[in-house]
């Protein structure tokens, strides 16, 4: 292994720890080595917090040993200022000689500006070490930034003879009917603390009244999006107790935005898809879950703008009800939680 992947590939492990705390900024990890052993690392922990890099020349016990050492970053060093101030700026003030860097920040803020900054400072720079590792790191946020939309995830799951839902619901009750586990259950709720925002349709509320936060898992709630042209979701529902940032996008402009509801309205004559994916990419969104029901998950596959896909097939057999979307399953990876089936389908088209 080439020494610079070494350390690089450590930076990828501790920005890892940041997954689904540090939107909407990146995951980013920095170590520092002098004299072939690390003197000190660091990770972004949350937005507004310090940077990685930062917290690694904070761990480094004697700081006159900067000025020889290589400080290592998965993620090009800022050069502008947000909440915190430049990375590159702390990196020249403590007169670091060498960075090396894995990939270029797709943020336009940033976009090579940084690394420019480092060389003209005297920096001795090398760029793209371990880069398509660092790029699947922040798949998101190079998402976010170059295609102006969030990370798409379809995620459902059907019976062993491809449905959704049975025929018949208890919509008194409006209570959900598991396909699934109690382990494939969980791990969506782990899902969920990893992912910006969650996305169900109408008729999902009103026949499963979900609450789509995490509650099996350790982690912060996605924000909740939820479809709702004709404000037919009853209002006793969880999605509209206002205790989670919820964004219902709807045909209609009476509705009054709430502490942490807001109403985003559509043109439902149009194609909604690119309209939400705007309005979501305005509100800072990075990520999202598209949960159902099969009608929903079928809009974005047709249009054939979802990344990936995450599918549940599970031990039971309904016979009839919902089918599950109309899917080409290809570069399927399998996975087994009990007797549940998990694939997952990247789309690279």
Known sequence: M????????????????GLGTTYPNPMVGSVIVYNNEIIGEGWHKKAGEPHAEVNAVASVKDKSLLRKATIYVSLEPCSHFGKTPPCCDLIIANQIPNVVVGTVDPNEKVAGNGIKKLIAAGANVVVGVLENECNELNKRFFTFHQKKRPYIILKWAESQDGFLAPEKKHHQERKPIWIT??????????????????????????????????????????????????????????????TIKTIVFTGTESLTTKKQTSFEVLDFNQNIIPQ????????????????????????????????????FVGNTILEKGTKAPDFIRKETTK???????????RNHD
């Open 276 to 311: 939400i994916l705007s309005v979501l990419h305005q509100h800072q969104i990075q990520s999202i879950i598209i949960e159902g029901g099969a009608k929903t998950i079928q809009s974005f596959i047709d249009l054939n703008i979802w990344d990936e896909a995450r599918i």
């Open 335 to 345: 996975t087994h939680l009990g007797k549940d089936e998990l694939l997952y389908i």
């Open 2 to 17: 080439n020494i610079h992947e070494k350390y690089i590939r450590r930076c990828i492990t501790l920005a890892k720890n």
């Open 181 to 242: 586990n109690q382990y494939s259950r969980q791990l969506v709720h782990k899902w969920r603390s990893e992912e910006q925002a969650i996305l169900a349709g109408t008729q999902t509320v009103i026949d499963d009244n979900p609450k789509l936060n995490v509650r099996d898992w350790s982690g912060n709630s996605p924000v909740r999006v939820i479809l709702d042209q004709n404000n037919r979701i009853p209002k006793d529902s969880y999605l509209l107790d206002d």
